[in-house]
């Protein structure tokens, strides 16, 4: 697939071109058709590894795309999320079982599922976008290029793809993006890198983005020791009157924290799923049941669906600025003091 970042138009004239005469209804759908209505794999490969699992391998520094070849959506996938699976597989239980988005993507891969090759397009066999029609003329640009960032989902599975996509966009094209999809797999990927890409002064750019898929794959057995108490503020609404009769919420899980800043975008639909890799019943006593798994993913979607998101974010982020300053405060008198004994 071309680099989407670098797509650009030609000053063609194309008055006499039958595809311009038709209805702008007809050529939209047409448009749509060929450059639209996709979910895209986005994975930034390094010239070691190739993003996979095998060091050895070698490719070209950059961003790769793939269309996805899921066989359901990811709101057929919250959704059976929410009401539970009919397929189990036979080590599990349904009290743990949850799908998970490696499982689910396993075959939109950039290489092979025993990661020992690159799988180019051609060999996957797979449908690509056909961008060659944007270069075309100026007026097929502005008409389809606008489909292509805005009807698409596109969709990340670490810190550095992400970051490296939002990079290359033009100012105009992160405005057109309407749909993102993110998986995050804790165990290799901590949330701290999330939380350095994911800053406010790009997520105020994402003005256009309306809808968010989350799936978190996680080992529960590995993360038991999440801690299960929230630290909960209230809020003084003598003097902002902004959250009368709300709860602040400033930690909650730290796996999850740095996915609250897309509060800044004023969404409209979200789905948040908490998978479990295990798959083994033995360990049962270290999971979190699927119960367990929808409370905290609704958590989360609520809360990226407040009303008020922007407000209650900036508040949160203002209180968890402040605590780091007195932490740092804190540290710096210890080390003085410190410093003085050893002087003395």
């Given at each position: 697939?071309?680099?989407?970042?670098?797509?650009?138009?030609?000053?063609?004239?194309?008055?006499?071109?039958?595809?311009?005469?038709?209805?702008?209804?007809?050529?939209?759908?047409?448009?749509?058709?060929?450059?639209?209505d996709?979910?895209?794999?986005?994975?930034?490969t390094?010239?070691?590894?190739c993003?996979?699992?095998?060091?050895?391998l070698?490719?070209?520094?950059?961003?790769?795309?793939?269309?996805?070849?899921?066989?359901?959506?990811?709101?057929?996938?919250?959704?059976?999320?929410?009401?539970?699976?009919?397929n189990?597989?036979?080590?599990?239980?349904?009290?743990?079982?949850?799908?998970?988005?490696?499982?689910?993507?396993?075959?939109?891969?950039?290489?092979?599922?025993?990661?020992?090759?690159?799988?180019?397009?051609?060999?996957?066999?797979?449908?690509?976008?056909?961008l060659?029609?944007?270069?075309?003329?100026?007026?097929?640009?502005?008409?389809?290029?606008?489909?292509?960032?805005?009807?698409?989902t596109?969709?990340?599975?670490?810190?550095?793809?992400?970051?490296k996509?939002?990079?290359?966009?033009?100012?105009?094209?992160?405005?057109?993006?309407?749909?993102?999809?993110?998986?995050?797999?804790?165990?290799?990927?901590?949330?701290?890198?999330?939380?350095?890409?994911?800053?406010?002064?790009?997520?105020?750019?994402?003005?256009?983005?309306?809808?968010?898929?989350?799936?978190?794959?996680?080992?529960?057995?590995?993360?038991?020791?999440?801690?299960?108490?929230?630290?909960?503020?209230?809020?003084?609404?003598?003097?902002?009157?902004?959250?009368?009769?709300?709860?602040?919420?400033?930690?909650?899980?730290?796996?999850?924290?740095?996915?609250?800043?897309?509060?800044?975008?004023?969404?409209?639909h979200?789905?948040?799923?908490?998978?479990?890799?295990?798959?083994?019943?033995?360990?049962?006593?270290?999971?979190?049941?699927?119960?367990?798994?929808?409370?905290?993913?609704?958590?989360?979607r609520?809360?990226?669906?407040?009303?008020?998101?922007?407000?209650?974010?900036m508040?949160?982020?203002?209180?968890?600025?402040?605590?780091?300053?007195?932490?740092?405060?804190?540290?710096?008198?210890?080390?003085?003091?410190r410093?003085?004994?050893t002087?003395?």
């Amino acid at each position: 697939m071309e680099n989407l970042t670098k797509i650009s138009s030609t000053n063609h004239v194309a008055s006499t071109s039958p595809l311009l005469k038709l209805p702008v209804e007809l050529r939209d759908r047409i448009f749509r058709f060929v450059v639209g209505d996709q979910f895209i794999h986005v994975k930034w490969t390094h010239r070691g590894g190739c993003g996979s699992a095998d060091p050895t391998l070698e490719c070209d520094i950059g961003l790769r795309y793939a269309i996805c070849v899921a066989t359901v959506s990811e709101n057929e996938v919250y959704e059976e999320f929410r009401s539970g699976y009919n397929n189990i597989p036979p080590k599990d239980s349904p009290e743990y079982y949850t799908s998970t988005c490696e499982e689910r993507h396993k075959e939109c891969r950039l290489w092979d599922k025993y990661g020992n090759t690159p799988v180019i397009e051609e060999k996957r066999e797979k449908k690509a976008l056909d961008l060659s029609m944007l270069g075309a003329s100026r007026q097929i640009y502005e008409e389809a290029n606008l489909l292509l960032w805005s009807t698409n989902t596109f969709s990340f599975e670490d810190p550095t793809s992400f970051e490296k996509f939002m990079s290359k966009l033009t100012f105009l094209q992160k405005r057109k993006l309407t749909k993102m999809h993110i998986s995050i797999d804790w165990l290799s990927y901590r949330y701290e890198q999330w939380e350095r890409v994911l800053k406010i002064r790009l997520l105020e750019k994402l003005k256009g983005l309306k809808t968010v898929h989350l799936c978190f794959d996680q080992d529960l057995v590995r993360l038991a020791s999440w801690p299960d108490e929230s630290i909960l503020l209230e809020e003084d609404t003598s003097s902002t009157g902004l959250f009368a009769s709300r709860q602040i919420l400033v930690l909650d899980y730290p796996q999850l924290e740095p996915f609250g800043a897309l509060q800044m975008l004023h969404l409209q639909h979200a789905t948040v799923v908490i998978a479990d890799k295990t798959g083994d019943a033995e360990q049962s006593t270290s999971r979190w049941s699927v119960h367990k798994q929808r409370e905290v993913a609704e958590k989360l979607r609520n809360k990226l669906l407040e009303p008020e998101g922007v407000k209650v974010f900036m508040a949160e982020y203002n209180i968890k600025k402040e605590m780091r300053e007195k932490g740092r405060g804190v540290r710096k008198v210890g080390a003085g003091r410190r410093a003085e004994r050893t002087e003395h």
